[in-house]
């Protein structure tokens, strides 16, 4: 079946990088973007950016610019998100997307990776 | 970025109850709205796309509607499974905005 599985969770210091990986099965990898969409403790969904595995083409969120690289490797249909210069604001679950149409309407969830940044 | 300010933050109703949740969006958002039901511990689940387009395998208690730039979504009837975190967004544009979330909890 259609399924996005997603990498474990991670813990991290401020000032690392971390890179959650997502793995596509049970369709064409490249005809869909991945977006990737985080949550933190007690707050509510934010998109961060899509990913084009068909051209490698991104869109990211301002607030990310800098700090975010979205990649793939189609030998695997597997998708990457790796923030750097972690701090405890980063700590969140984050969340992988199919999606067809645009910037919305995601249809295939990974299960999540929870990401924790501490000293 | 287009705003979108769900209401009410919090709601509490039993087992059968007709539930809506509003979504306002800040601008023209061509009807391109999806809503998301979201359990702890669990991935969001697409509901329904393009306002009031039911996505595969949602049950029919679940719709939309729109009108001009305030979006709804009704459950028809309230079951034990719907109690959750709902969320709109819209994706007319870039960037994707989300509501900030309803949660619908047990009266």
């Known amino acids: 079946q259609v399924q996005l599985v997603q990498s474990g969770a991670e813990l991290k210091k401020p000032g690392a990088s971390v890179r959650v990986s997502c793995k596509a099965s049970?369709?064409?990898?490249?005809?869909?973007?991945v977006h990737w969409v985080r949550q933190a403790p007690g707050q509510g969904l934010e998109w961060m950016g899509r990913?084009?595995?068909?051209?490698?083409?991104?869109n990211y969120t301002q607030k990310y610019q800098g700090r975010i690289t979205m990649t793939r490797d189609t030998s695997s249909d597997t998708a990457y998100m790796e923030l750097t210069g972690l701090t405890s604001d980063d700590t969140a679950m984050y969340f992988c997307?199919?999606?067809?149409?645009?910037?919305?309407?995601?249809?295939?969830w990974g299960q999540g990776t929870l990401v924790s940044v501490s000293s | 970025d287009i705003q979108m300010t769900q209401s009410p933050s919090t709601l509490s109703a039993s087992v059968g109850d007709r539930v809506t949740i509003t979504c306002r969006a800040s601008q023209n958002i061509n009807s391109f709205l999806a809503w998301y039901q979201h359990k702890p511990g669990k991935a969001p689940k697409l509901l329904i796309y393009?306002?009031?387009s039911l996505q595969t395998g949602v049950p029919s208690r679940f719709s939309g509607s729109e009108s001009g730039t305030e979006f709804t979504l009704a459950i028809s009837s309230l079951q034990a499974d719907d109690f959750a975190t709902y969320y709109c967004q819209q994706y007319t544009s870039f960037p994707p905005t989300f509501g900030q979330g309803t949660r619908v909890d047990l009266k």
């Open positions: 393009m306002a009031s």
């Open positions: 990913f084009s595995p068909r051209s490698g083409g991104t």
């Open positions: 049970g369709y064409t990898f490249i005809t869909a973007y």
């Open positions: 997307a199919r999606g067809f149409s645009g910037y919305g309407r995601y249809d295939v």
